[in-house]
């Protein structure tokens, strides 16, 4: 793909900086499209000079006074009309680090379809009202985008790919004034164009001339925010049905969970706010609607629901052959496990509602300062094991995680309870360091938790082929490499909601794991099928709350089970 770049400059009274803005642009070898934005005769004469001295440069003038917004729109069409494929948009009033701009046209070369934008690094200089006003636009724009890593959208700095730009702006009408930024970045991202970020100094110059009326722009934001908050509420049926069939034949960690879909950080914000009755009134349509238009995830849910009633489930559910209504229960469970996650985040949920089942060998270990590796599993509620850290407040817990979710679960952790002594590690593979740093954790008594159940993001040679609920499956290897490298104790553990409650099972797997270089691979597929034994036992216990909703076995589930059923019963 050609790129070719120039860059756009909208200017209306603002006159302190934009001789150096020019000359600083020149330097970089860049054309340069100067927007006169209907300024009156004596300051367009000013910018005639200006562009004299500065070839590279040509001067648009607008006959009436479009807003900031709109010289943009009429910069980035003239742009596409002179044959450029990309614009960079860049402030008039000195508030954008110039230097970094071969670091975003370098960005913009290697991502010709993305929109490049500037991520915003304060100085001492920002207002504190206006910085108020920017996190209040950042919660919303999550909001409206659905996605906790939403660019700063007031900053103006960026890259625009300008095919995908003009063709969106000659579709809706953007705000033509201090909306525009905002809005036209939503719009963006509503139109699935990838958004690289970059983060940049910007700095309120002293002195410095600004058109934003407080009042007029003001409202104008707010009303587009509303327009926004509503665009999204429209849209999002057909942005979950799209989700639904982009996740067919996906690996697991590429489907994003309902939890992290709407934001971890609303969810939390909602549970406080309303508590848990109208928290959950609002979940129940949610997964209602979530079941009907997520048809990878229904399918799941049936294929796994009908393993278990085969294998002799003893759950009441699962007393007749599993129905579609026994699969929107599945989901429900998943819900109330959210609700219930939240919950023990904010504190709500402490250790004496948990029955703590098989605890001597557990506690004998820790008691004796020895630390250990749990093996855990997406079935049950692992979030409440965290009041172990309230009852015992030596514990210390590391969680390997295998999305990009950790280090933002993280911050969220300790915004909702400070005193969480709970760490979670992203990582794609246990390198040297990792194994080092866990090693040093454990020998100091403390205890890792790895997920036992699904297949890290990249497993050529690092699963094992088991027999699960009847049918061969991959596990992941790396619990048992962990185990042979940390020279622990083991422990399998399991959160399941039973009716008296949560009732915690941690169970001895191994007092340590060795692993032979002659028969390394069938020693790990023996761990692992062993394993996969003790969650299939906990699962035909409590298969609502098996929460991996993906094709686990790589086949997809019959439409029609009847024939199964008389076959096998």
């Not at 009274?13 to 005769?41: F, M």
């Not at 209504?325 to 023990?344: E, I, M, V, Y």
């Not at 029955?355 to 250990?372: C, H, P, T």
């Not at 172990?388 to 993280?410: C, D, E, R, S, Y």
Request: hydrophobic share 40%; charged share 20%.
């Amino acid at each position: 793909m050609d790129h070719s770049l120039c860059v756009v400059i909208p200017l209306y009274k603002q006159l302190q900086a934009i001789a150096g803005t020019l000359k600083t642009v020149e330097e970089h070898g860049l054309p340069c499209l100067l927007i006169d934005d209907g300024n009156e005769e004596k300051v367009r004469a000013h910018l005639e000079e200006l562009v004299e001295a500065h070839p590279h440069t040509t001067l648009h003038s607008l006959a009436t006074n479009q807003g900031k917004g709109g010289a943009v729109m009429a910069g980035l069409r003239i742009a596409r009309e002179r044959g450029f494929t990309h614009a960079l948009q860049v402030d008039a009033d000195g508030q954008h680090d110039l230097t970094q701009i071969p670091v975003f046209q370098e960005l913009s070369h290697k991502n010709p379809a993305a929109l490049v934008t500037g991520q915003p690094i304060f100085d001492a200089s920002v207002n504190r009202l206006r910085q108020a006003a920017r996190q209040i636009t950042h919660f919303l724009v999550k909001i409206q985008t659905l996605s906790l890593t939403a660019p700063d959208t007031m900053c103006g700095y960026r890259v625009y790919p300008l095919h995908a730009t003009c063709a969106l702006l000659d579709k809706v009408q953007v705000g033509r004034r201090m909306d525009f930024d905002i809005e036209l970045l939503v719009r963006m991202i509503w139109e699935g164009v990838p958004i690289v970020k970059h983060y940049t100094r910007v700095i309120y110059p002293e002195n410095g001339q600004s058109n934003f009326d407080y009042l007029h722009d003001n409202i104008l934001i707010a009303k587009m925010h509303t327009k926004l908050v509503l665009g999204m509420f429209y849209r999002l049926p057909s942005w979950i049905a799209r989700r639904g069939k982009e996740g067919k034949g996906r690996h697991w960690a590429e489907i994003e969970e309902l939890g992290f879909v709407w934001g971890i950080r609303f969810l939390v914000w909602c549970y406080r706010l309303f508590g848990p009755k109208a928290f959950k009134a609002v979940l129940w349509p949610v997964i209602a609607y979530y079941f009907h238009t997520n048809e990878t995830a229904r399918r799941a849910s049936e294929e796994f629901l009908f393993r278990a009633y085969q294998h002799g489930s003893t759950h009441p559910e699962l007393a007749q052959p599993p129905t579609r209504k026994t699969s929107f229960k599945h989901f429900l469970q998943f819900g109330n496990c959210n609700l219930d996650r939240l919950a023990s985040w904010c504190g709500a949920k402490k250790l004496t509602e948990l029955n703590f089942v098989q605890k001597d060998e557990f506690l004998k270990a820790f008691s004796q300062g020895k630390g250990g590796l749990l093996i855990s599993s997406h079935l049950g509620n692992i979030e409440m094991c965290r009041a172990l850290v309230t009852q015992f407040p030596k514990i210390k817990f590391h969680i390997i995680m295998h999305t990009g979710h950790a280090g933002m679960i993280n911050s969220v952790l300790k915004e909702v309870n400070a005193q969480a002594d709970l760490r979670i590690i992203e990582v794609s593979s246990i390198g040297p360091e990792t194994a080092t740093f866990l090693k040093e954790r454990v020998d100091a008594g403390e205890y890792v938790v790895i997920l036992g159940d699904r297949t890290p993001v990249h497993s050529q040679g690092r699963v094992s082929q088991v027999n699960f609920l009847g049918e061969s499956t991959h596990f992941p290897q790396g619990p048992y490499v962990l185990a042979h490298l940390l020279g622990c104790p083991v422990f399998t553990m399991f959160c399941l909601l039973e009716d008296n409650g949560y009732s915690l099972y941690i169970e001895k797997f191994a007092e340590k794991i060795r692993l032979s270089r002659k028969s390394r691979e069938v020693e790990l597929q023996e761990h692992a099928q062993r394993y996969a034994a003790v969650l299939e036992k906990h699962c035909l216990r409590q298969p609502l709350q098996w929460f991996n909703f993906y094709d686990f076995w790589g086949t997809q589930a019959p439409q029609d089970r009847s024939r199964d059923v008389a076959l096998t019963h």
